[in-house]
């Protein structure tokens, strides 16, 4: 079975601090894909990054990077220089290639409060 | 492209009664619709998967006789939330996989409907 734990709850900063969020995930599949979305205070998902478990290579995106680590079973978050516009609910998920339509598995979430 | 929608938005009724929401791909066939519901604070939680032109599988724990859902055509699945009440309030958010999509899950995400049961 697969499961995706986002140990941080909730993260709060002030405006141009770095945060990281961790995402541990468990799958007994060689091919998976790991997601990480936002959802702001309206509520809508909003896609970040897509990973499949053959790159891991890291990526960065304007302020967001992530650091995929197979070995350790992690996919962690980190914005640069964090800004109000970053509050949200961060989450990260797991799908395994071949599951009944290949299904998510959500973590718990992260919320991430700036303050100015 | 890849634009899912959700309609209501909002909606409130009264215990007892029963109310639908559609999840539609715009722009895209979906061979495969998810339904979540994601109570206040708290992670998604898987219902079902809809295929479509067949029966929807129902997660563990969810009951099938009380969430129907129904994906007649390859642009539209419903969720009928049946006599409904106060706990059934929640948050609850669609999502659409391309047909086309050989590689990868990519699954297209709903703005999502907010279900009050007074």
């Known amino acids: 079975a697969q499961k995706v734990t986002q140990a941080q709850t909730e993260i709060s900063v002030v405006e141009k601090e770095d945060v990281t969020l961790d995402c541990v995930y468990e799958?007994?599949?060689?091919?998976?894909?790991l997601f990480w979305y936002k959802q702001p205070p309206s509520g809508e998902l909003v896609f970040l990054i897509r990973r499949n478990s053959f790159d891991e290579q890291n990526e960065i995106s304007g302020r967001y990077s992530w650091n995929f680590q197979k070995s350790t079973s992690s996919f962690n978050f980190t914005i640069t220089a964090s800004q109000v516009v970053d509050s949200a609910v961060y989450f990260c998920?797991?799908?395994?290639?071949?599951?009944?339509?290949?299904?998510?598995?959500f973590g718990g979430g992260t919320r991430v409060l700036v303050k100015p | 492209g890849a634009v899912v929608s959700q309609h209501p938005s909002r909606v409130i009724c009264k215990s007892g009664t029963s109310v639908k929401i559609e999840c539609r791909s715009l722009d895209f066939q979906a061979t495969t619709m998810f339904w979540y519901r994601q109570f206040p604070k708290q992670s998604l939680m898987l219902m079902a998967t809809s295929n479509e032109g067949s029966k929807a599988t129902y997660e563990q724990g969810v009951e099938k006789d009380k969430f129907l859902i129904n994906h007649a055509s390859l642009t539209l699945s419903t969720l009928t939330v049946t006599s409904a009440h106060p706990e059934d309030s929640s948050f609850y958010i669609c999502?659409?996989?391309?047909?086309?999509?050989?590689?990868?899950?990519?699954?297209?995400f709903g703005p999502g409907t907010r279900l009050t049961v007074t």
């Open positions: 998920a797991l799908s395994e290639r071949g599951a009944a339509g290949n299904k998510l598995t």
């Open positions: 799958t007994r599949d060689t091919t998976y894909y």
């Open positions: 999502s659409a996989r391309d047909r086309r999509g050989k590689v990868g899950p990519e699954q297209y």
